[in-house]
């Protein structure tokens, strides 16, 4: 089995972009501050409460727009298929790095999903999986004191393996 492939092209399809929400909340922001920023440039009286309101909220709105545009949340896409990468760990307390370790390059995955699993422990798999479950990366880390350290490289899964790992990993929202 050829968990591990070639990193460099694996990195490659993996990419770090500006989310598409945060681009059309922060263009959104700024339609939203410009228009009350007309309105107070509409309103005659200059010392009414309205006025106030849409001058100071029109122009927080659009520094908020340009801040959101400039400096707006990324995520991580698998770009063969254009699916979201969300990113979370799963703590082990039963088994051992090493343990784990062999599982994975055994491609033993029922023994994974079996595995007795915890809020924290000793033993952390990372796990990078796509939306669609044609991506999955898992890496091995074994608590030692102070922080966890590596006991393995990065397990890459596409395609035709990627979503029987994806369900032996089990998914975060639940």
């Not at 050829?2 to 092209?9: D, F, I, P, W």
């Not at 055994?106 to 796509?130: H, M, T, Y």
């Not at 035709?160 to 089990?170: D, F, I, K, L």
Request: with cysteine; charged share 20%.
């Amino acid at each position: 089995m050829s968990a591990q492939a070639n990193t460099t092209s694996i990195e490659s399809q993996i990419a770090k972009r500006k989310s598409s929400k945060s681009v059309v909340a922060g263009i959104g922001l700024i339609i939203i501050g410009a228009g009350l920023y007309f309105i107070s440039t509409i309103l005659s009286d200059t010392t009414s409460s309205l006025y106030m309101v849409c001058t100071v909220g029109g122009f927080a709105a659009m520094i908020v727009g340009v801040l959101k545009l400039c400096f707006g949340g990324k995520e991580t896409i698998y770009l063969p298929t254009k699916s979201p990468v969300k990113s979370y760990s799963i703590y082990f307390e039963a088994l051992s790095g090493d343990e784990l370790v062999k599982l994975i390059e055994q491609g033993k995955f029922d023994e994974i999903r079996d595995a007795r699993r915890k809020e924290s422990g000793p033993v952390r798999l990372d796990v990078q999986r796509s939306k669609d479950d044609r991506f999955v990366s898992l890496q091995v880390m074994q608590f030692v004191p102070y922080t966890y350290e590596k006991v393995s490289g990065t397990y890459y899964f596409q395609e035709g393996q990627a979503p029987e790992v994806a369900v032996s990993v089990g998914n975060p929202a639940k």
